[in-house]
């Protein structure tokens, strides 16, 4: 692994291939990094912290980095644990070191770090603020909501680098190579996608910037032409579409729903509806079938009716597209109740309050398992999602 990420620029965060969960939620199949930076002028500041449990490692990387010097600055962007858990480290290794950070981030370190006195440590700075490091600028960038409201980001003006915090981030150690943009939008659309505007102002304010590297708080560094990463970004923090395609989520108690579920991807494949993937919600990550309901056009929703409701898996999937920004998709139902089927008049009603949402019919109810009369309504279904 590269470390230099351009002159005066070096990688000094932690690798977390062991790493299972994020946030305590979402699964890691392939760990996790948490990024640190630090940049070298005639003064050293260090961009962020990392997760608790990884500071001893940390602090080697940055010594090994400064060699015989110590840094001026730790650049605190983003106050959420996984970047600031190990300041107080830190700042008992140097006491010169200096924090600078938002305001909002300086009462959240607070917050976090009571009876620290961490605030008189703090420089507080704002929109457009630049720290001169002698020889090397860096100018501040705020980015609320990218991911919590305290966030800014840091533009290297001499190594033409944004260092642009959870943006651009994603799932995954960086021992483990992957596409970038699968593990990527999974991130993505589970922890940022609810704040798809302030993305947007964020980007319009990176785009006159000559940016050639961009160095995140996940994920590798990014360099080379960068246009397809912002473009991706773009799309997603409008809510578009990547793809033609049918995301077919489905729960099922004992197999009459995802008979029908099956069957209807089956004939999306035989019609050539676009990527057809399917997920069974009682046993996928449920994160990742998020991310492929905003990848896609379409997302057909299969579930039993279960104690006059919706069946859990299936309820579960529907709130986390709802707290996700849901919006702008086509939709189809499938229902099933062997008394009194419910779940597609109860699955619209969550999702009544989201925006720009088409519907698709006709809404196939089973009545246990599939008799003909089901199988004829799901190949019309089909039929109307692959010409729609
Ligand atoms: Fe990587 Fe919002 O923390």
Known sequence: MDLQVTAGVRSVGVDAPDEQFFENQYPLPHGMSYNSYVVVGARIAVMD????????????????????RVPDYLVVQHVEPDHSACILEAITRWPGLQIVATAKAVAMLSQFFPGSGIASRCRVVKEGDTLDLGGRILRFFSAPMVHWPEVMMTYDETGRVLFSADAFGKFGALQHPDNWVDEARRYYMNIVNKYGAQVQS????????????????????????????????????NYRPETRGVLVAYASIYGGTADVALRLAEKLRELNAG??????????????????????????????????????????????????????????????????????????????????????????????????????????????????
Not at 216 to 231: A, C, F, I
Not at 277 to 306: G, I, K, M, N
Not at 311 to 328: E, G, S, V
């Open 49 to 68: 912290s990392v997760e608790a449990g990884r500071g001893a490692q940390w602090l080697r990387q940055i010594e090994e980095a400064v060699e015989e």
């Open 202 to 237: 964020v980007l319009k304010k990176i785009a006159p910037l000559p940016v050639e590297i961009i160095a995140p708080l996940h994920g590798p560094v990014l360099k080379g032409d960068l246009r397809p990463y912002l473009s991706l970004y773009d799309t997603w923090s």
């Open 275 to 388: 990527c057809v993937v399917v997920a069974d919600l009682c046993h996928c990550d449920h994160s990742e079938a998020l991310a492929q309901a905003f990848r896609l056009t379409t997302t057909v929703l299969a579930a039993p009716t279960y104690d006059a409701g919706i069946f859990p898996a299936m309820h579960d999937f529907i709130y986390h597209l709802t707290i996700k920004n849901f919006r702008n998709r086509r939709v189809a139902l499938i229902e099933n109740g062997s008394w009194a089927p419910a779940a597609g008049r109860l699955m619209a009603g969550m999702l009544e309050p989201l925006p720009g949402i088409e519907y698709i019919g006709p809404v196939v109810t089973i009545k246990s398992v599939a008799d003909a009369a089901v199988i004829a309504e799901t190949e019309r279904l089909a039929r109307a999602i692959a010409n729609g």
